[in-house]
């Protein structure tokens, strides 16, 4: 079975500040997708990135970004220029390619943004 | 644009009552659609995956004939919590996907209090 580890319970960065994230996984399989999403205090799950594991370049969108190590099962979330809406519980996810493979979650991270 | 929408938000009633959740997506067909459970501060626990016009497929230790789920529509999922009790209070949420390839999008979800 798959499992996802978030080694940090809670982070804090200041504000427009760099803060990074860690997770890892475990799996056997060699095709499937890794996902960071955002929970706010609103409760609505948000899909920040995305990763597709056969992809050796790693994902951006904007301010986020991703360091895909496929050898050492880590995909750490780097947000830049961290802002006071940044704050909020990220779960890395996992999911094998395929049909109705489920999304296996880690335990999350709290991130508070000081100003 | 993939936009979820959960009803209702929040819902306190008797023990004893049956509730129903409804999760739709609004601007795209899901073949599957997800139903979570999570726990204060804790990660989500897949409940429940439903595909269009087939009986869901439940997590072991979720009683099907506790949490009813129907997917009879490629927009429309529904979850029913038969004769609630207090310790099925807890927030629940769905999330679709319109295919394998496609990432999976949450709903708002629904805070269940039973008194």
């Known amino acids: 079975a798959q499992t996802v580890t978030q080694s940090q319970p809670e982070m804090s960065v200041q504000e427009a500040e760099t803060v990074t994230l860690s997770c890892t996984y475990d799996?056997?399989?060699?095709?499937?997708?890794l996902f960071w999403y955002k929970q706010p205090p609103s409760r609505q799950m948000i899909l920040v990135i995305r990763?597709?594991?056969?992809?050796?370049q790693n994902a951006t969108e904007n301010r986020f970004s991703v360091n895909f190590q496929k050898a050492a099962k880590s995909f750490s979330l780097k947000i830049s220029d961290s802002q006071l809406g940044d704050a909020a519980m990220y779960f890395c996810a996992y999911r094998n390619a395929g049909s109705n493979y489920k999304l296996t979650f880690g335990k999350g991270t709290l991130l508070t943004v000081n100003p | 644009g993939a936009v979820v929408s959960q009803h209702p938000s929040r819902v306190i009633c008797k023990s004893g009552t049956s509730v129903k959740i409804e999760c739709r997506s609004l601007d795209f067909q899901a073949t599957t659609m997800f139903w979570y459970r999570q726990f204060p501060k804790k990660s989500l626990m897949l409940m429940a995956t439903s595909n269009e016009g087939s009986k869901a497929t439940y997590e072991q230790g979720v009683e099907k004939d506790k949490f009813l789920i129907n997917h009879a529509s490629l927009t429309l999922s529904t979850l029913t919590v038969t004769s609630a009790h207090p310790e099925d209070s807890s927030f629940y949420i769905c999330?679709?996907?319109?295919?394998?390839?496609?990432?999976?999008?949450f709903g708002d979800g629904t805070r269940l209090s039973i008194l």
């Open positions: 999330s679709a996907r319109a295919d394998v390839n496609q990432p999976q999008h």
């Open positions: 990763q597709e594991a056969y992809k050796q």
């Open positions: 799996t056997s399989e060699s095709d499937y997708y």
